[in-house]
């Protein structure tokens, strides 16, 4: 299965300065989620951001932030315990009047509103630390039903023994586990895609 560049999201979990001074190669880990996070933004892909205690932590990285449609603040590590699931999946709203009154191609739309799902469920996640709150919150989306990738090179631990016993417990429950240019030539598909060369300058 490919990704689908319209059918994701992305999410960028606790990228925080005080954070990112302690973990392996945290100045390596941080300019490859920025060149994940533009390329998801030329992709038109909807990009969110969290933050772990940020009066202590401070927020998310500037260059992040600005490319996020919200930043969740979060004392969980989960960040769907926190609300993270209502953003990538909003509620459905009821249809309003009588669908009936509708024209015929609205009326479909209108009866399957109340239990259809977004169409964009495939979710991107990447950040620190992969063991604590980037694996609770993938496996909090699967429970979701979400469809769960990790984009393994922009996400980072204080040990590397702990960012690789947690990339084996993702794969093994099920989340995909892909790199930045995976993401980026999987939502291309093509040499003839309009943003190819856009994409292709931010990788090179």
């Not at 992305?10 to 302690?22: C, N």
């Not at 989620?33 to 998310?60: C, D, H, S, Y």
């Not at 009154?101 to 109340?114: I, K, N, W, Y």
């Not at 063991?131 to 996400?155: N, S, Y």
Request: hydrophobic letters at 45%.
């Amino acid at each position: 299965m490919l990704l689908d560049s319209s059918e994701m999201q992305l999410v960028l979990i606790d990228y925080q300065p005080r954070l990112m001074s302690a973990i392996h190669e945290g100045e390596a880990v941080l300019a490859q989620a920025q060149r994940l996070a533009k390329i998801a933004a030329v992709l038109e892909v909807p990009i969110w951001g969290t933050e772990q205690n940020p009066e202590r932590l401070g927020e998310l990285a500037a260059p992040l932030r600005g490319l996020c449609r919200k930043v969740l603040p979060k004392m969980t590590f989960s960040a769907v315990a926190e609300g993270l699931g209502d953003w990538l999946r909003p509620p459905q709203r009821a249809p309003q009047g009588n669908a009936r009154s509708l024209p015929r191609h609205l009326r479909r739309d209108a009866a399957g509103e109340g239990g259809a799902r977004s169409p964009r469920e495939t979710i991107l996640l990447a950040g620190c630390e992969a063991h604590v709150c980037v694996l609770q919150t993938a496996l909090e989306l699967l429970d979701e039903e979400f469809d769960v990738w990790v984009v393994t090179d922009a996400c980072g631990s204080r040990r590397l023994s702990d960012r690789d016993a947690a990339f084996d417990r993702l794969a093994s429950a099920g989340v995909e586990l892909v790199t930045t240019e995976m993401v980026a030539f999987e939502g291309l598909r093509s040499a003839e895609h309009p943003q190819f060369k856009a994409v292709q300058s931010l990788i090179r």
